[in-house]
């Protein structure tokens, strides 16, 4: 008889194993899979027969997922989102417990540094484990256009990645929904283009309505989400996992502005010198521009050193 794999022993063991296995999971274990990476704390007081509901599949599906995580059944399963509840109060609860989130001997500096290089470590981990790294800046180097869309709290590192890949070729754009005019941006888009979709739980409804346009479009997608139950990670031709757990108030994106770090630069060597030709002709338009207060001569652009390497 086959002997049963260990079980997880906390949810963050039971997320890395869903997200790591979820393409090949079944539709309807998918289903409680997505449902448990995104609404933890929705399932952890639910009966086996209402998680059942809420997923969309029959009561004995679930106890047969929790048995296939190495569970031994849906209580020991609800345990786990429970803990996971009990760990990650809601945000007002969140902002009242900040004093005492620290850990003994340590300040929410130290706490908040230690965490984010956690995330980012263990994201660059996922990156270099899909295999795809070289793919997705051969994509980002070669596509006729680039779109990239991140809206709320993924706007900033959305707009970062297509401020820095604007500066390295041509045809970049940052798709906006301010004014309404996301549509209108995206009217072009076709199979030669690649668009980037940054987005985490809840989802953006404009993120994922453009990831699923650029798909019929038959553009290239890069996903860069927070779990592989994402409506961004289905069908999309590159899918990053970011890690944002966070000890503050909010959940943090300080992954994913290293990983959009990290993909600009690795586009920048690919490119090589018509990377050095673009960030020439930039330098020499902000120096016209008089943008700087001050701009010697020997100040280096954001990517010199990279591409001068």
Known sequence: ??????????????????????????????????LIL????????????????????????????????GLGGFPALARLCQERLRADAQLLQRFDSLPYRTSPGSSLFTDVVANDQRNIAQTFAHAQASGDWAATVSTLAKARHVY????????????????????????????????????????????????????IHPYSRDAVATFRFAQRRGAVTISLTDNAASPLARGAAFVYCVETAGVSIMRSVTAFVSLAETLASAVA?????????????????????GAYETHSEDAGTYFKLAVDE
């Open 148 to 199: 990239v869309v991140g809206m709320r709290v993924c706007h900033s590192p959305a707009y970062l990645l297509a401020y820095l890949l604007s500066m390295l070729r041509a045809g970049v754009v940052f798709a906006s929904a301010e004014a309404g005019r996301l549509p209108d941006l995206l009217r072009r888009l076709a199979p030669e283009d690649a668009v980037v979709v940054v987005s």
């Open 38 to 69: 995104t609404e933890p704390a929705n399932c952890a007081f639910m009966t086996v027969s209402e998680l059942a509901d809420a997923a969309g599949v029959d009561a004995s599906t679930v106890s047969r997922f929790a048995m296939q995580q």
């Open 269 to 289: 060597l690919r490119l090589g010198k018509a990377a050095r030709t673009e960030l020439s002709a930039q330098e020499e338009m902000l120096r016209e521009f």
């Open 1 to 34: 008889m086959a002997k049963r794999r260990a079980g997880p022993k906390s949810y963050a063991d039971l997320a890395e194993l869903l997200q790591r296995d979820f393409e090949g999971l079944t539709p309807s274990h998918q289903r409680v899979a997505r």
